[in-house]
């Protein structure tokens, strides 16, 4: 005796399986069936990706002046946020700020970003550049030996001295040629006047074989460090600073507070004023605004883990040096902060969502109601196809009722053959297997009733 059919009952893996492939093949029939419509949708998406570029670089290159300068040093701490998150930044070397600004602005340097000195670019002369704010304050210092100078023409005093002045196309140059120009002093090299790197001039300064040096550098550079333990060495009180700060916005007022470096010693015995520019973020204009995000993020986190002597705590970044427009990205990260999902998204993800938003509302509001189909669309499709054919046989039927000959009801009867044979070759989900079958009776149905009005027709009697 055979086992009855509805014994053979299906594993739940088997019914999963089964539901997966009817739902691939449904929606390979709906792509098949507008495929120019599915072709114009990936066009649209291509463009908007390309538009939006949600995926930052893996690898980016950031000019940081000389190695050992407090710039490198913030450098090598921005390259282990931007490693954790899976970037790689590479440090350049250069001689200075004005080195820096030349390999971000040269078209076949690899270079995308640079770490500046605040004034070394003027306004409107960098359009492709944007700027995203200052990371902390580097003093002018002049360091020197011998008796206390406290006059007012510090270079000319030590013009007849052995005096380094940085390398060409550092930041420090690019500063002291500024503020002497304001005293009518052209800074040129002379046998005085020695071109050294800070490392070197430092060590120099300290033996004694040069009698004073002048450095663009932060509190915590080596070089400083350096300098101010070394005994015998002193530091220039500039006592026109509030003057030369009027005459270039870019530079502002720090002081070394009597006592805040040795109050065992109290040392220095007087305050100390000094101007200042700030170390500034460049990018090109087009970097990744992922990219600018990290930069930001990096920076807001190296400047609070860092003790700022000459700021205010939370002060930095801050947009300072307002020669070079401020990055879109930058603006918003100052008005509104980091991005609302940066706490549960990579930043690349948290940037594009962030930048977004409103094409991704309109997107999910119009796209919400088709993704509701999406995981039954197979019934969705299936009921279709049987609502049409269903419209179709209501046409016939009342096409029926109308026709007066037989020539009339042959033709119908020919069109519920064509009918029903499109029905049986048309792919119906399980799901909808109830509804196809329904569909098979009430087509029977008009069937025997075309066949009855043919019979009428040619004078039989009707079927009882």
Known sequence: MNKPILSRRKSFGHYFRDGLREEAYAWYSLVRENLAWFLL?????????????????????LAAGQPGS???????KLAVYFAQRGVELKIVPTSGSNTSLQELVDANSEVTTALLLGGSARKGDFPELVSLGSIQY????????????????AIGHFSEKRIAIGLPGSGTRSILAKVLALRGVALQQGENFLELPHFEAADRLI?????AMCVVDSMDSPVIQKLLAAPGVRIYDFSLVPAYVKQLPFLDVVTIPRGSLNLKTVYPEQDIHMVASTMTLLVEKDTHPAIQLMFLLAADEVSNDRAQFFAKPEFFPAYVDHAIPLSPVARRFYEHGPPTLLPWLPAWLASFVDRMWLSILASVAIGYPLLRTAPSYRRFRSSLLIGSA?????????????????????????????????????????DNMNSFYSLKSALNLVRAKAADRRLGLDGAPARG
Do not use: H, M, N
């Open 207 to 211: 033996d004694g074989s040069i009698d």
């Open 70 to 76: 407090s710039y490198w040093l913030l450098a090598e």
């Open 390 to 430: 269903y419209e179709e046989l209501k046409k016939l039927d009342e096409e029926l009722s109308r026709v007066g000959d037989a020539a009339g009801v042959d033709d119908v009867s020919s069109r519920l053959d064509q009918l029903e044979s499109e029905i049986s070759d048309t792919w119906i989900a399980s």
């Open 138 to 153: 580097s003093p002018l210092w002049l360091f020197y030996r011998g008796p206390e100078f406290k006059g007012d023409d």
């Open 41 to 61: 949708l990936l066009c649209g998406i291509a463009l908007l990706l390309a538009v939006a570029r949600p995926l930052p670089p893996s690898k980016v290159y």
